[in-house]
């Protein structure tokens, strides 16, 4: 790891300052993906700024009848909140689901939503990625694809967000609150948070340079029965081969957006209305524009099927 220079703020705008003043500092809060990523030599910041201190870890009610979840809220508290099982149990279950409890007890609400990918490529130093080095190329496209995007993705990337929460808060019409440093606020629905690669696969989220995330807002709960499901290579500790996260209501309708498959967690609104028509019209609709691998193809039929076990068991 190289060396690093370091401060503490005590205020969501200093801290977003901080940022703005270093292009080469970045934030640290659990430290669970960006401390891996420093010994690779991934990423390589000359200074953190930690935003521990800051007093963003509060789980409240919303004047709408929602919840506010603050951006230093542990993985684990946020899974255990008493309102976030009852009433919002596909996130709940979401987080369980991902990565170990001892990392569930350090990481944070907004360093979920930031992990990068977990594509070999862009782990591997000695290979081209165009996220790691803008404009080197992607060895993944012809390359090992099995864990990789089947939609979604570009001619200069094919990598595949990691996250199991963001899934959920995907499902749930989230909002994703921030501050830069000059102290103004914005909100950023969780549809427009995570970016499509395109040309520029660096750049991963609608986050402006030194924008800090304070907080994530659930809006008042629609009721229904919750799924998470997972399909991955191992029971656990493993990331999502295809996930499902769902919202089924009694008369069969309801919400569904998938993980594994593309850059960002996959939700096709239009293709809910097919719900009660079953999985194969779902992923037919949500899947239409897929390029899948040889590799990798086989995700389309997984998706479907685990979208179809959540429906079953939705219908008792």
């Not at 030599?41 to 603050?70: F, S, W, Y």
């Not at 800090?212 to 997972?230: C, D, E, M, Q």
Request: proline share 6%; aromatic share 6%.
């Amino acid at each position: 790891m190289r060396a690093f220079s370091y401060e503490r703020p005590t205020t969501p705008a200093e801290a977003a300052s901080a940022i703005a003043a270093r292009p080469d500092a970045k934030f640290i809060a659990g430290g669970t993906n960006l401390l891996d990523l420093m010994k690779l030599q991934i990423e390589m910041p000359a200074h953190l700024v930690d935003v521990n201190g800051l007093g963003l870890d509060k789980i409240e009610p919303t004047a709408e009848g929602g919840l506010r979840i603050g951006a230093l809220v542990r993985n684990t508290d946020l899974a255990a909140d008493g309102r976030v099982r009852k009433e919002y149990g596909v996130l709940s279950r979401a987080i369980v689901a991902g990565a170990s409890g001892q990392l569930r007890n350090k990481a944070t609400t907004a360093g979920n939503l930031l992990q990068r990918t977990r594509c070999p490529y862009f782990y591997d130093t000695a290979q081209a990625c165009n996220k790691r080095q803008p404009g080197s190329g992607c060895a993944a496209i012809g390359g090992i694809s099995r864990q990789l995007g089947v939609i979604g993705t570009s001619e200069a990337c094919i990598a595949t967000n990691p996250g199991d929460m963001s899934v959920a808060l995907r499902v749930l019409d989230a909002t994703v609150e921030t501050v830069d440093a000059k102290g103004a606020t914005r909100t950023i629905p969780i549809a427009e948070f995570h970016r499509l690669p395109g040309d520029t696969p660096q750049v991963e989220t609608a986050l402006k340079p030194g924008e800090l995330i304070t907080a994530v807002s659930l809006p008042r709960p629609v009721g229904g029965t919750h799924f998470y499901r997972k399909v991955r290579d191992r029971a656990s500790y493993a990331f999502a081969l295809v996930s499902v996260a769902a919202i089924v209501q009694r008369d069969g309708s309801g919400r569904v957006a998938f993980g594994g498959l593309a850059p960002k967690p996959w939700r096709v609104e239009a293709a809910e209305a097919d719900l009660p028509e079953g999985a194969k019209r779902v992923a037919d609709r949500a899947f239409a524009e897929a390029k899948p691998t040889r590799d990798n193809a086989f995700k389309l039929k997984l998706a479907e099927r685990a979208l179809d076990a959540v429906l079953t068991e939705a219908r008792g």
